[in-house]
């Protein structure tokens, strides 16, 4: 039974002329979904007994280069892929992504084998057979599930479920007493590959949690669960207990040693710039100096300002020729600042008085 196609896709206005890949309009540049495609995004895919056939339509295959062209919308290519799909994974869903845009229309379905075949042809799964099935009914390529599927894919099955292409990768697949199990359906010219997906797949998984046992067993110790759940003994759960508090302590170790190798850093970085400061503050500091102090500096020239203005302030001022000569005797308290002889008390003895000064400050401004 096929859901009716979604009305707002015959709502939107046409911006072009021309046909899609299966004859059908391109509405605002958006190829035409198909309706279980559409169905398939909105809801997990549906289980193939849940699904009606209309069985009064004859089944007649679609040749490779009538799909490749395209086929109308009711008539899809029906392309089956089937696996195991244990532990489902981007691998996985890569090779459903190749089966579903191997045509233009196409309708994908997909074959997933119950636990009891898979361990008996494959071997043991960590995943069970529903866990399995529900994996798959949420990948969005996928339209149909097959639950239980066959191992060997007979007439009989692609007949029930009318299918015109299996899709699988080209390798050749050996179980079962067959050099490959897909010999036939390549012999009928039913076989699409696909590309494997490098570097990841279910026996890679297992293997890095196989590797890496006791750091997983670990971990789930640590979130809750008990050694009983996770088949541990008593002794390696106190194992792995110790080495939790041993991993603790090296953590804390080391975050110190960062953080101490991050306080040096920081301290050397400041000593560098308190250098520097300081070898730029002392040479402000010497040139301020020398300017001041220096041979030529600022306070020679303040210092012989000042002697000259002192010798200018202490020396007498000599009267005129003209004017007499007055004979006066200095006061008791007064002494002449350079001499250490008595004031002159008589004209004779200032003349000889005034050439002692003159011979003193003389010798003062020589020095």
Avoid at 123 to 142: I, K, L, S, W
Avoid at 231 to 240: A, G
Wanted: aromatic content about 10%; hydrophobic content about 30%; overall charge neutral.
């Amino acid at each position: 039974m096929e859901p009716p196609t979604s009305s707002r896709l015959n709502s939107r206005k046409r911006r072009k002329d021309g046909s899609g890949p299966n004859g059908a309009a391109e509405l605002d540049g958006i190829p035409p979904k198909m309706s279980r495609r559409s169905f398939g995004l909105r809801e997990p895919a549906p289980f193939s007994d849940e699904v009606e056939i209309d069985y009064s339509k004859p089944y007649i295959r679609v040749t490779y280069e009538e799909a490749m062209r395209g086929t109308p919308l009711d008539r899809p290519v029906r392309v089956y892929a089937d696996g195991i799909f244990d532990l489902f994974h981007s691998g996985h869903a890569r090779a459903l992504m190749q089966a579903k845009n191997l045509f233009p229309n196409t309708y994908l379905i997909v074959g997933v084998c119950s636990d009891e075949l898979t361990h008996n042809f494959k071997g043991f799964t960590v995943m069970n057979e529903n866990e399995r099935y529900d994996a798959v009914q949420h990948c969005r390529y996928v339209d149909e599930v097959v639950r239980n599927a066959p191992w060997t894919l007979t007439p009989e099955f692609l007949a029930e479920h009318r299918i015109d292409f299996v899709a699988h990768d080209d390798i050749p697949y050996s179980s079962a007493g067959s050099d490959d199990v897909y010999k036939h359906i390549k012999e009928a010219g039913m076989f699409a590959p696909t590309q494997r997906t490098e570097g990841i797949s279910t026996s890679d998984i297992i293997t890095r949690i196989v590797r890496d046992y006791d750091v997983y067993a670990r971990r789930n110790l640590q979130r809750g669960y008990t050694a009983k759940e996770l088949n541990v003994s008593f002794i390696n759960e106190k194992k792995y207990h110790l080495q939790e508090r041993v991993d603790k302590v090296k953590k804390r170790v080391k975050d110190v040693e960062e953080k101490s190798k991050e306080f040096v850093q920081k301290v050397e970085e400041k000593s560098i710039d308190l250098i520097q400061k300081w070898e730029e503050k002392s040479r402000e500091f010497i040139g301020n100096f020398l300017e001041m102090f220096g041979p030529e500096g600022a306070l020679k020239h303040m210092l012989k300002e000042g002697k000259g203005r002192m010798l200018q302030a202490i020396s007498p001022k000599q009267s005129p020729s003209s004017s007499p000569t007055h004979d006066r005797s200095p006061s008791p308290s007064f002494r002449w600042p350079f001499s250490t002889k008595t004031p002159p008390s008589s004209p004779a003895n200032r003349s000889r008085n005034e050439s002692a000064v003159t011979y003193d400050i003389s010798e003062d401004e020589e020095d």
